[in-house]
Structure formats: structure tokens, C-alpha cells
């Protein structure tokens, strides 16, 4: 039974940073990537980048490149997605989702979502 | 970058039959992958690859895909099917996901 769940929501303000974490169980993650998706309030769904658990590595879309982390603790498989220079415009829910890999696979497991609001 | 393009909203009447686009350039070269998504929750994988569903989802969510249009088709729509649909793809060009902007379904 695969189960992924996020931390819990945050409040930050203009210029800071927040890190969101996504604990997830029930797969073996050699053939697993970590997506993070977010969702601006009353909007679509906007895809931010993934981490390879197994090797670490790292791709972010282009929109976020300079103010976001993503990183993988293979000694508690949890996934973190850091996130600074905080703006208003960055106030969303933001979901962490596994995937295997490969183009022809989606996005299967979804978690709960972490609403970050950011606000002087 | 690619653009994928969905209706903004789709109406359809208990029991018929609701079909959803996505259009996007040669898309039917692509693998393309959607999602439904209720108020408050996160989204659901629904069909996966043009035409496979995840296990739980019922057949009456079928795909299709070819030229520039993929098309989600749900047969005898029922309330509890009311919800926002995504469609997604993979951009080998520039090695990032894309989703379409969503399309509203609203059941009469």
C-alpha cells in the first residue's frame, strides 16, 4: 500500500524560505521519481520539478530555477522541496506525487497537499 | 515551450456521454495522461499512456489520441464524475511536464 504524506500548511512572509517535506512508504523508489506540483488558489496545476531517489539527482522547471531545492533522505524516504525569495504570488498548495519512470507513465500517488501562504 | 489547450468547461447531462480535449501540437506523438480533480482533494490519475486506466477507475474513462487532439471520454456520466480535469504530456524538447489549463465538467 503506497502512502505519501506532506507536511502540514505553513505561513511565510515576502523573502523568506519554506520547506515542505513528503514522507513516502510502500514502494521500492530504485524505479520511482519524486515530483512536486503546485496550485495557486483557484487555478491549474503547475509542474515544478522532480528528484531521483536513488541517485539524487535533480530537474526543476525553468520558472522556479535559482529559488528551489528538491532533496531525497533515503534513511527516512522522505522528500523535501525548499523554496526561497517567498513572493505573494508563490501562495499555493503544493503537491509532492511519485512516478515511475518513464514518459509513458503518470503521475500515480499523490499526497494530501501543503498549503503555503505567503503574506507580510 | 509546448502549450496544451483545454475548454475552459464542459456540460453534459446524467447518463450521456462527456468528452474532454486537449490539444496541442502533434500530440499524438506524445503519451498523454489525465487527472480528475474534485474540490479540496488532489488529483487522481485516470487514464494513463492515451488509453490505460490504474486499477479502480472505471472503464467508462477511456483516451484517445491522434494529429493535434488527445480526448478524454467519460460514458454515462454520473454526478459524482463532476470534477476538473488535466491533461499532461512529456516535452522531450525541453525535458519538463505540461499540463493543459483544466476543463470544468459539470454535470446537469
Known amino acids: 500500500q503506497v502512502q505519501v504524506v506532506q507536511s502540514g500548511a505553513e505561513v511565510k512572509q515576502p523573502g523568506a524560505s519554506v520547506k515542505v517535506s513528503c514522507k513516502a512508504s510502500?514502494?521500492?523508489?530504485?524505479?520511482?521519481?519524486i515530483h512536486w506540483v503546485r496550485q495557486a488558489p483557484g487555478q491549474g496545476l503547475d509542474w515544478m520539478g522532480w528528484?531521483?531517489?536513488?541517485?539524487?539527482?535533480?530537474k526543476y522547471a525553468q520558472d522556479f530555477r535559482g529559488r528551489v531545492t528538491m532533496t531525497w533522505d533515503t534513511s527516512i524516504t522522505t522528500a523535501y522541496l525548499d523554496l526561497s525569495s517567498l513572493r505573494s504570488d508563490d501562495t499555493a498548495v503544493y503537491f509532492c506525487v511519485t512516478k515511475r519512470s518513464g514518459p509513458n507513465n503518470g503521475f500515480d500517488y499523490w499526497g494530501q497537499g501543503t498549503l503555503v501562504t505567503v503574506s507580510s | 515551450s509546448y502549450v496544451l489547450t483545454q475548454p475552459p468547461s464542459v456540460s453534459v447531462a446524467p447518463g450521456q456521454t462527456a468528452r474532454i480535449t486537449c490539444e496541442g501540437n502533434n500530440i499524438g506523438s506524445k503519451s498523454v495522461h489525465w487527472y480528475q480533480q474534485k474540490p479540496g482533494q488532489a488529483p487522481v490519475l485516470v487514464v494513463y499512456d492515451d488509453n490505460d486506466r490504474p486499477s479502480g477507475i472505471p472503464e467508462r474513462f477511456s483516451g484517445s489520441n491522434s494529429g493535434n487532439t488527445a480526448t478524454l471520454t467519460i460514458s454515462r456520466v454520473e454526478a459524482g464524475d463532476e470534477a476538473d480535469y488535466y491533461c499532461q504530456v512529456w516535452d522531450s524538447s525541453s525535458d519538463h511536464w505540461v499540463f493543459g489549463g483544466g476543463t470544468k465538467l459539470t454535470v446537469l
Open positions: 528528484v531521483n531517489p536513488k541517485s539524487g539527482g535533480t
Open positions: 510502500g514502494h521500492t523508489f530504485s524505479d520511482y521519481y
